[in-house]
């Protein structure tokens, strides 16, 4: 019954995945127009910021998308298979469990923030006044 379950869930990602992609592709939000000045702030602002993702989950989409319509240029990397991206997550933010935003001050110390929510509201609350 595992292995049926797990071939069910496995399935529909295939299937599901492609859609989902190009829905996100087709819903594409309109970034914000800055001064030049203002998006060379956000930009080096952005730098210390990195977004593990996994490329077809709902809840990366949606952060994904409020990173366009915000006009940041947010690293993104992709935590799904087993490798050095994922092992990073596991370690530093201590779950793989994504969407991930992470957070690096100029002191060098990482904060960790998960849940898709969490993240768009932070993202609003610094950029959207910039």
Known sequence: MKIFVRYFFKTLRLV???VLLLKETLTRPKGLD?????Q???DQQCQALVLYQYKTCPFCI???QEIRRLSLTIQRLDAQQEGP???ALLQGGGQTKVPCLKITDDSGHS????DSEK???YLRG?????
């Open 40 to 42: 060379a702030k956000v």
């Open 34 to 38: 800055r001064a030049p000045a203002a």
């Open 111 to 114: 904060q960790w923030l998960y």
């Open 126 to 130: 610094r950029f959207v006044a910039v």
């Open 85 to 87: 991206t994922r092992q």
């Open 62 to 64: 949606k952060v994904r």
């Open 119 to 121: 993240i768009v509201a």
């Open 16 to 18: 599901l995945g492609p």
